[in-house]
T-cell receptor
Framework: AQSVTQPDIHITVSEGASLELRCNYS??????LFWYVQSPGQGLQLLLK??????LVQGIKGFEAEFKRSQSSFNLRKPSVHWSDAAEYFC????????FGTGTSLTVIP | KAGVTQTPRYLIKTRGQQVTLSCSPI?????VSWYQQTPGQGLQFLFE???????NKGNFPGRFSGRQFSNSRSEMNVSTLELGDSALYLC??????????????FGPGTRLTVL
């Protein structure tokens, strides 16, 4: 069965600190993986995607993610968090039908 | 290019009523998917339309239906509303290029409140 697990419901980091959000997936075919960000009351904005090739992908806003097939993971990272990064982050897997994780809420302390 | 637009942005209905939500995809995108987002269940896939045909369907009751028009605009209908249908309904469009993976671009959503 296809599924995505985001183990961390809520994370708090200080501004300027590094960030890693975890994502594990279960998918029966070649996984196409995505990270989206959602600000309160808004839709989802695509941060980055992995289809194939280089397992380290760069996205917008200074985010990157690494695909590790052996661990079925696609963790999101940022070296230095800004206050404006506070939002809900969703990992997703799929082709034409996406399966989303339950999200990780990020709080940034000034 | 204009993004995905959804109308209305907010809606209040009462139990038993029906509602229709509208989605206009990005120009040139032929696939439209609908998702329901609630605090308890997260983001759940409702259905996908491509070239006016439903291609994929999630695990929702028949009260939830949709359609797509020849210009790729899509509508979603929920009949006999229940309190549990209160949610943010998100529409996403995709070019759905054959043989290639596609990313989905999301609209701002329609916030439905059922009283």
């Amino acid at each position: 069965a296809q599924s995505v697990t985001q183990p961390d419901i809520h994370i708090t980091v200080s501004e300027g600190a590094s960030l890693e959000l975890r994502c594990n997936y279960s998918y029966g075919a070649t996984p196409y993986l995505f990270w989206y960000v959602q600000s309160p009351g808004q839709g989802l904005q695509l941060l980055l995607k992995y289809f194939s090739g280089d397992t380290l992908v760069q996205g917008i806003k200074g985010f990157e993610a690494e695909f590790k097939r052996s661990q079925s993971s696609f963790n999101l990272r940022k070296p230095s968090v800004h206050w404006s990064d506070a939002a809900e982050y969703f990992c997703a897997v799929g082709a034409n039908q996406f399966y989303f994780g339950t999200g990780t809420s990020l709080t940034v302390i000034p | 290019k204009a993004g995905v637009t959804q109308t209305p942005r907010y809606l209040i209905k009462t139990r038993g009523q029906q509602v229709t939500l509208s989605c206009s995809p990005i120009s040139g995108h032929r696939s439209v998917s609908w998702y329901q987002q609630t605090p308890g269940q997260g983001l759940q896939f409702l259905f996908e339309y491509f070239s006016e045909t439903q291609r994929n369907k999630g695990n929702f009751p028949g009260r939830f239906s949709g359609r797509q028009f020849s210009n790729s605009r899509s509508e979603m209908n929920v009949s006999t509303l229940e309190l549990g249908d209160s949610a943010l309904y998100l529409c996403a469009s995709s070019p759905r290029t054959s043989g290639k993976p596609n990313e989905q671009f999301f609209g701002p959503g329609t916030r439905l409140t059922v009283l």
